[in-house]
């Protein structure tokens, strides 16, 4: 008797289920079933990845859902079968349904969706067994009756997973079969074993808010049975077996993969002869602007494009991505230069997609599109972070809430969150937790890209099984942690992706609810891709609202402003080449910035080549390239005839069109067939490099080259496959780059302003873009409550702190204390206290007070923080005869204690600054600023010390370890006895000059010799 298990859920019931599809697959094989459902609570994320698990094992496929129902009142579950394409549609309608609307689904709303569906009630869950168990037939029949008017084929679902279950069988049998009610045996299965009982309870905990919960009788028993067991309960009565291979044999489900399902960008259009049309005028455009170039190439190149647009039935795509950039731009919302490989499509240049001219860097529009290797196109635009949705709501609008959504993706259980979730429910031992979450850091320092799994960890820690065999909450905690890594955890939205469909979406995915009233859908981005479906990445990106909200500025007193088209400012590369890069698009970082200043970069093709060099890999040819650049190291090439393709980048393969180039130099290939050339030898298969290695050699001995050099120059291209870069990215990405820079070396005080506002709530960012504003020698200004804003302000040439910076204050808060500022400035302190007593609790105005946004009503912080509680209780005998105002102290708090509390409630020092508060000292002394210390140096600096930790040597004496900051810097202190035991006044907060030698020991820092306290 051949049993097909139709209860299933899988890993996508979120925190119901450890089955892991591919798991689950082979699980059914290795038990020799034939065909396998599966079930999920209400949706259908995993159904794809089901579907093709399954078809790759020889399994068939039986796609399934669970949901909620109502039938006149009573709330039930039911099951539901897809057997055909369309039954297959309704499911994801149903399922889509029940996800947006969050209720059970009512009975005539199933009966719209019931074509092609098949019906099971599901044992123990279903409201059929409660009839049955309290012998109301007349209910169980009336019941059964209106499901069987919905839907042509229902079964009674028997699941034996408990002692009561199996002693009523026979009974609950009888009853059904003498009232005709087909049977079908359903165990649920959501663990696959009975060992994984652990890991399940875990899960269910977990999204019981970490409580311990007791699982009942039938879940202890919802596993994957092997048929023996399956026989061995339900052989009493094998039609009930029968039956569940009768309804595999009915659902026949055939997904259609790999057929591209574009969507039109409007019925009343021809497509291809719009996009000509459009094409045409787009270059004419350009061809403007570019007086000195051979028109005939870009006339050549353009038909060539088009031809091969045409051909692959691309037109609509083209259309719908210059649609909404062309919203875009009239909305004034900024678009990003390019992005991804569509930087070589001179189409998309002249639609105004992207602003990368690919003729003139020899850009190669097969890597984008490409006859020979039929992928769909991928155009990626940026947008400034805070515009994007805008550009989606657009989208939404223009082809209809049915066609348009956010792609679904999941979070999953990380190692670290896996322990921390399971920690939470076992309560663990918090130093275990500790000890263990310790060693897991240390391992995973060694996995910066892909991590391991936990159960790899252990094997390789010593340590870590150590542990387990010590200590029992240890072994269980990482045991049953070991079981739900990797199981997604819940449902997240794709961070740029958005799918566009020519037909409703219903008819390819399920849906959700997503952002901003636009569906989500169910699938991941890898299913539906598969499906055809074009997804589209609308990206936000901070820089660009920087860039954005910097123009903006400028305009305000420039009205004419436009940024410059060409990238040839000498300014902007004598600021890059001195590694002035704070704030700028990709260069920033250390690194990048030390590459930049040694290739003393001159031009925009310096800054194309470090980001295409400036990765794990190629980072090692760096400083061939710049000795060559320099003249400091022969260029040579592996070939004569590679000269013309790698003389750009000194006789280095730098970027992947190099690699089509050469292919299409000596092997003769079309750029297509190179493309694909290029793609195999990146993926680094043995089979596919030896095949690739033939036809390369072979054609390349056609063109005359010997066998020895054909295979010389192969292996050169496998050799350095890894290293090359998309150059349309890189180009695209150079210009950005450029434009930030721009903004940066001519109007620096907008453009820093702006940067500081888009990194507001990271204090690190801040305060790396204070202290280069200060750099730049801006005039930056701490918050005042009656000037500033939300937002970092630019104010007659300097920075304005704004309100929300104060810690604790907030976005609202400060709005709401701008809205009350309308009614006038606050007058005094006591004007500010009256007026913002329902705003701002009281709590906060210390906080204001140390900020310094209350400077400006001249009176000491001690002053106002001594009389704040007395002037809000004295409010209400306001004008009382007799009654005493305030009296003010002139006193101050120290020095150190208001850098201290500055720094405490602003994240930096603004008024109490190191550099003005003892600029006569620095002078005086010839001190060293701390950024300046280098190692081996013999330093006198000054500074504040915010951190001391004692310790004891092995003779018994104290000595400390100390960080000593100004107001741009930070440097470690090693005080030792001889010098810390003669400090007795030394602590947090005290000012002093160290004199010392500046060593390495994984960064800089100071061993003291002397400490002068001020």
Same mark, same amino acid.
Request: proline share 3%.
């Given at each position: 008797?051949?049993?097909?298990?139709?209860?299933?859920?899988?890993?996508?019931?979120?925190?119901?289920?450890?089955?892991?599809?591919?798991?689950?697959?082979?699980?059914?094989?290795?038990?020799?079933?034939?065909?396998?459902?599966?079930?999920?609570?209400?949706?259908?994320?995993?159904?794809?990845?089901?579907?093709?698990?399954?078809?790759?094992?020889?399994?068939?496929?039986?796609?399934?859902?669970?949901?909620?129902?109502?039938?006149?009142?009573?709330?039930?579950?039911?099951?539901?079968?897809?057997?055909?394409?369309? !039954?297959?549609?309704?499911?994801?309608?149903?399922?889509?349904?029940?996800?947006?609307?969050?209720?059970?689904?009512?009975?005539?709303?199933?009966?719209?969706?019931?074509?092609?569906?098949?019906?099971?009630?599901?044992?123990?869950?279903?409201?059929?067994?409660?009839?049955?168990? $309290?012998? +109301?037939?007349?209910?169980?029949?009336?019941?059964?009756?209106?499901?069987?008017?919905?839907?042509?084929?229902?079964?009674?679902?028997?699941?034996?997973?408990?002692?009561?279950?199996?002693?009523?069988?026979?009974?609950?049998?009888?009853?059904?079969?003498?009232?005709?009610?087909?049977?079908?045996?359903?165990?649920?299965?959501?663990?696959?074993?009975?060992?994984?009982?652990?890991?399940?309870?875990?899960?269910?905990?977990?999204?019981?808010?970490?409580?311990?919960?007791?699982?009942?009788?039938?879940?202890?028993?919802?596993?994957?049975?092997?048929?023996?067991?399956?026989?061995?309960?339900?052989?009493?009565?094998?039609?009930?077996?029968? +039956?569940?291979?009768?309804?595999? #044999?009915?659902?026949? =489900?055939?997904?259609?993969?790999?057929?591209?399902?574009?969507?039109?960008?409007?019925?009343?259009?021809?497509?291809?002869?719009?996009?000509?049309?459009?094409?045409? &005028?787009?270059?004419?455009?350009?061809?403007?602007?570019?007086?000195?170039?051979?028109?005939?190439?870009?006339?050549?190149?353009?038909?060539?494009?088009?031809?091969?647009?045409?051909?692959?039935?691309?037109? #609509?795509?083209?259309?719908?991505?210059?649609?909404?950039?062309?919203? *875009?731009?009239?909305?004034?919302?900024?678009?990003?230069?390019?992005? !991804?490989?569509? !930087?070589?499509?001179?189409?998309?240049?002249?639609?105004?997609?992207?602003?990368?001219?690919?003729?003139?860097?020899?850009?190669?529009?097969?890597?984008?599109?490409?006859?020979?290797?039929?992928? &769909?196109?991928?155009?990626?635009?940026?947008?400034?972070?805070?515009?994007?949705?805008?550009?989606?709501?657009?989208? /939404?609008?223009?082809?209809?809430?049915?066609?348009?959504?956010?792609?679904?993706? %999941?979070?999953?259980?990380?190692?670290?969150?896996?322990?921390?979730?399971?920690?939470?429910?076992?309560?663990?031992?918090?130093?275990?937790?500790?000890?263990?979450?310790?060693?897991?850091?240390?391992?995973?320092?060694?996995?910066?890209?892909?991590?391991?799994?936990?159960?790899?960890?252990?094997?390789?820690?010593?340590?870590?099984?150590?542990?387990?065999?010590?200590?029992?909450?240890?072994?269980?905690?990482?045991?049953?942690?070991?079981?739900?890594?990797?199981?997604?955890?819940?449902?997240?939205?794709?961070?740029?992706?958005?799918?566009?469909?020519?037909?409703?979406?219903?008819?390819?995915? @399920?849906?959700?609810?997503?952002?901003?009233?636009?569906?989500?859908?169910?699938?991941?981005?890898?299913?539906?891709?598969?499906?055809?479906?074009?997804?589209?990445?609308?990206?936000?990106?901070?820089?660009?609202?920087?860039?954005?909200?910097?123009?903006?500025?400028?305009?305000?007193?420039?009205?004419?402003?436009?940024?410059?088209?060409?990238?040839?400012?000498?300014?902007?590369?004598?600021?890059? *080449?001195?590694?002035?890069?704070? /704030?700028?698009?990709?260069?920033?970082?250390?690194?990048?910035?030390?590459?930049?200043?040694?290739?003393?970069?001159?031009?925009?093709?310096?800054?194309?080549?470090?980001? @295409?060099?400036?990765?794990?890999?190629? &980072?090692?040819?760096?400083?061939?390239?710049?000795?060559?650049?320099?003249?400091?190291?022969?260029?040579?090439?592996?070939?004569?005839?590679?000269?013309?393709?790698?003389?750009?980048?000194?006789?280095?393969?730098?970027?992947?069109?190099?690699?089509?180039?050469?292919?299409?130099?000596? @092997?003769?290939?079309?750029?297509?067939?190179?493309?694909?050339?290029?793609?195999?030898?990146?993926?680094?298969?043995?089979?596919?490099?030896?095949?690739?290695?033939?036809? %390369?050699?072979?054609?390349?001995?056609?063109?005359?080259?010997?066998?020895? =050099?054909?295979?010389?120059?192969?292996?050169?291209?496998?050799?350095?496959?890894?290293?090359?870069?998309?150059?349309?990215?890189?180009?695209?990405?150079?210009?950005? *780059?450029?434009?930030? *820079?721009?903004?940066?070396?001519?109007?620096?005080?907008?453009?820093?302003?702006?940067?500081?506002?888009?990194?507001?709530?990271?204090?690190?960012?801040?305060?790396?873009?204070?202290?280069?504003?200060?750099?730049?020698?801006?005039?930056?200004?701490?918050? $005042?409550?009656?000037?500033?804003?939300?937002? %970092?302000?630019? =104010?007659?040439?300097?920075?304005?702190?704004?309100?929300?910076?104060?810690? !604790?204050?907030?976005?609202?808060?400060?709005?709401?204390?701008?809205?009350?500022?309308?009614?006038?400035?606050?007058?005094?302190?006591?004007?500010?206290?009256?007026?913002?007593?329902?705003?701002?609790?009281?709590?906060?105005?210390?906080?204001?007070?140390?900020?310094?946004?209350?400077?400006?009503?001249?009176?000491?912080?001690?002053?106002?923080?001594?009389?704040?509680?007395?002037?809000? $209780?004295?409010?209400?005998?306001?004008?009382?005869?007799?009654?005493?105002?305030?009296?003010?102290?002139?006193?101050?708090?120290?020095?150190?204690?208001?850098?201290?509390?500055?720094?405490?409630?602003?994240?930096?020092?603004?008024?109490?600054?190191?550099?003005?508060?003892?600029?006569?000292?620095?002078?005086?002394?010839?001190?060293? %600023?701390?950024?300046?210390?280098?190692?081996?140096?013999?330093?006198?600096?000054?500074?504040?010390?915010?951190?001391?930790?004692?310790?004891?040597?092995?003779?018994?004496?104290?000595?400390?370890?100390?960080?000593?900051?100004?107001? &741009?810097?930070?440097?470690?202190?090693?005080?030792?006895?001889?010098?810390?035991?003669?400090?007795?006044?030394?602590?947090?907060?005290?000012?002093?000059?160290?004199?010392?030698?500046?060593?390495?020991?994984?960064?800089?820092?100071?061993?003291?010799?002397?400490?002068?306290?001020?």
């Amino acid at each position: 008797m051949e049993f097909v298990p139709l209860y299933v859920r899988s890993e996508y019931s979120m925190l119901q289920s450890t089955c892991g599809i591919d798991s689950l697959v082979k699980t059914a094989k290795l038990y020799g079933y034939k065909s396998l459902a599966v079930t999920d609570e209400g949706v259908m994320h995993g159904t794809i990845k089901f579907y093709n698990a399954c078809k790759k094992e020889g399994i068939k496929p039986i796609i399934g859902l669970k949901v909620l129902y109502n039938l006149n009142g009573v709330i039930s579950n039911i099951l539901l079968y897809a057997m055909d394409i369309a !039954g297959y549609r309704n499911l994801m309608r149903i399922s889509s349904r029940y996800k947006t609307f969050h209720q059970p689904i009512d009975i005539e709303d199933l009966r719209k969706c019931s074509l092609g569906v098949l019906c099971v009630t599901p044992g123990l869950d279903s409201v059929i067994y409660n009839y049955l168990k $309290n012998k +109301n037939i007349s209910k169980l029949k009336e019941h059964l009756s209106i499901l069987e008017s919905v839907f042509v084929n229902v079964y009674v679902g028997i699941s034996l997973t408990t002692l009561t279950d199996r002693n009523n069988f026979d009974n609950y049998y009888q009853i059904l079969n003498s009232n005709g009610v087909k049977m079908v045996a359903i165990q649920p299965v959501y663990y696959l074993s009975p060992s994984d009982v652990d890991a399940y309870t875990l899960l269910k905990s977990i999204g019981n808010n970490a409580n311990l919960v007791n699982i009942t009788e039938s879940e202890s028993n919802s596993y994957l049975y092997e048929s023996s067991e399956i026989e061995f309960l339900f052989g009493k009565y094998p039609v009930l077996l029968e +039956n569940s291979k009768i309804i595999s #044999d009915k659902c026949n =489900v055939e997904i259609e993969f790999g057929k591209f399902q574009l969507p039109k960008f409007s019925d009343d259009v021809d497509a291809d002869k719009y996009l000509y049309e459009l094409s045409v &005028m787009g270059l004419k455009k350009r061809l403007k602007s570019l007086p000195n170039v051979n028109q005939s190439i870009y006339i050549e190149r353009l038909k060539k494009e088009y031809d091969t647009i045409v051909k692959m039935g691309f037109s #609509d795509y083209f259309l719908i991505v210059w649609d909404y950039v062309k919203f *875009a731009k009239k909305s004034n919302i900024y678009v990003g230069p390019g992005r !991804g490989s569509a !930087g070589a499509s001179l189409i998309a240049y002249c639609l105004g997609i992207t602003d990368v001219d690919p003729i003139k860097y020899n850009l190669l529009f097969e890597r984008f599109l490409n006859e020979e290797r039929v992928t &769909m196109p991928d155009i990626d635009i940026d947008f400034p972070d805070d515009e994007r949705d805008k550009v989606i709501e657009y989208v /939404g609008k223009r082809y209809g809430a049915s066609r348009v959504a956010h792609i679904g993706t %999941f979070g999953t259980f990380q190692v670290k969150l896996a322990i921390n979730d399971a920690a939470r429910v076992y309560k663990t031992k918090d130093t275990h937790l500790k000890q263990v979450l310790k060693i897991i850091n240390q391992e995973l320092e060694n996995y910066k890209i892909h991590q391991p799994s936990l159960v790899s960890l252990i094997e390789k820690s010593d340590t870590l099984k150590q542990l387990m065999d010590e200590y029992e909450d240890i072994n269980k905690l990482l045991s049953v942690a070991c079981k739900i890594q990797g199981l997604p955890r819940n449902v997240s939205t794709h961070a740029a992706g958005i799918i566009i469909t020519k037909y409703p979406l219903v008819n390819y995915t @399920a849906l959700d609810n997503g952002l901003d009233g636009i569906y989500q859908t169910q699938f991941e981005a890898s299913d539906l891709e598969s499906l055809g479906l074009l997804k589209m990445d609308f990206l936000g990106l901070k820089n660009l609202t920087n860039v954005s909200k910097t123009i903006e500025l400028i305009k305000l007193d420039n009205q004419d402003f436009m940024m410059p088209k060409e990238e040839n400012d000498s300014l902007v590369f004598k600021m890059l *080449a001195q590694g002035d890069v704070v /704030g700028v698009f990709q260069l920033e970082s250390a690194g990048m910035s030390k590459v930049i200043k040694e290739l003393n970069t001159s031009s925009l093709d310096d800054i194309i080549s470090a980001l @295409a060099l400036y990765r794990p890999g190629p &980072m090692d040819i760096i400083p061939t390239f710049i000795k060559r650049k320099f003249g400091e190291e022969i260029v040579s090439y592996p070939h004569e005839d590679l000269r013309s393709i790698l003389k750009e980048t000194y006789g280095t393969i730098v970027y992947q069109e190099q690699i089509m180039q050469i292919a299409v130099k000596f @092997a003769g290939y079309t750029l297509g067939r190179a493309d694909i050339l290029r793609r195999a030898v990146s993926k680094k298969k043995k089979d596919i490099l030896e095949q690739e290695r033939i036809s %390369f050699i072979e054609s390349s001995m056609k063109k005359g080259y010997e066998r020895r =050099v054909a295979e010389e120059i192969y292996d050169y291209i496998v050799k350095f496959a890894d290293y090359g870069f998309n150059k349309a990215h890189s180009v695209a990405y150079a210009k950005l *780059a450029y434009q930030t *820079a721009y903004l940066k070396c001519h109007y620096p005080t907008y453009y820093m302003s702006t940067l500081m506002t888009t990194f507001i709530g990271s204090n690190s960012d801040i305060v790396s873009y204070y202290k280069e504003a200060l750099r730049k020698n801006i005039d930056v200004l701490g918050p $005042n409550i009656n000037e500033s804003l939300n937002y %970092f302000a630019s =104010v007659n040439n300097k920075i304005l702190f704004p309100l929300t910076i104060i810690k !604790g204050l907030g976005e609202v808060k400060a709005k709401e204390i701008m809205q009350e500022r309308l009614k006038g400035k606050f007058t005094s302190f006591k004007d500010f206290l009256i007026r913002t007593k329902d705003i701002i609790p009281f709590s906060l105005v210390n906080n204001i007070i140390y900020s310094g946004a209350l400077d400006c009503f001249n009176l000491t912080k001690k002053a106002m923080i001594e009389s704040a509680e007395l002037h809000i $209780n004295l409010l209400d005998y306001e004008g009382i005869p007799g009654m005493k105002g305030v009296t003010y102290t002139d006193e101050e708090y120290s020095y150190g204690v208001l850098l201290e509390k500055e720094k405490e409630v602003l994240g930096l020092n603004i008024k109490y600054n190191f550099f003005k508060q003892y600029a006569s000292i620095y002078e005086s002394k010839k001190l060293i %600023f701390i950024k300046d210390a280098k190692e081996n140096m013999q330093i006198r600096t000054l500074g504040i010390l915010t951190k001391i930790r004692e310790i004891k040597t092995k003779n018994n004496e104290l000595m400390a370890f100390a960080t000593l900051e100004d107001n &741009m810097n930070e440097i470690e202190l090693t005080l030792f006895p001889r010098i810390y035991n003669r400090l007795q006044n030394l602590t947090i907060g005290s000012i002093v000059i160290i004199t010392g030698m500046v060593t390495m020991r994984n960064k800089l820092q100071i061993v003291v010799d002397d400490i002068q306290i001020i």
